[in-house]
Nanobody, 121 residues
Framework: QLVESGGGLVQAGGSLRLSCTASGRTFSNYVMGWFRQAPGKEREFVAAILGNGSTDYADSVKGRCTISRDNAKNTVYLQVNSLTPEDTAVYYC?????????????????WGQGTQVTVSS
């Protein structure tokens, strides 16, 4: 089970740190990812972190977003800075075992319920 937290309403230019805590199994060797879905749009990749700590980011957030993990706490974080209204979406935490095709949502096995991020202009 994956449970996200940290979403909310923030003004443009602000920052948020989202958290995702896993339970039921150890995810230290899993790929942990963040996707987001805005109203009327498809779910899109935001960032991923592999078990070895390697990271990948969507071009839309690169340079203002940091994904990290604390395996002792079975938790992954997503720090997003310089938020814009275009970042408004439901953010989902996800996990899978194989460290391939990390930008594609279809091969992720575990999903959280999502946390809403709303950025006001």
């Amino acid at each position: 089970q994956l449970v996200e937290s940290g979403g909310g309403l923030v003004q443009a230019g602000g920052s948020l740190r989202l958290s995702c805590t896993a339970s039921g199994r150890t995810f230290s060797n899993y790929v942990m990812g963040w996707f987001r879905q805005a109203p009327g749009k498809e779910r899109e990749f935001v960032a991923a972190i592999l078990g070895n700590g390697s990271t990948d980011y969507a071009d839309s957030v690169k340079g203002r977003c940091t994904i990290s993990r604390d395996n002792a706490k079975n938790t992954v974080y997503l720090q997003v800075n310089s938020l814009t209204p275009e970042d408004t979406a439901v953010y989902y935490c996800t996990a899978k075992g194989l460290p391939v095709a990390v930008r594609y949502s279809y091969n992720y096995v575990y999903w959280g319920q999502g946390t809403q991020v709303t950025v006001s202009s």
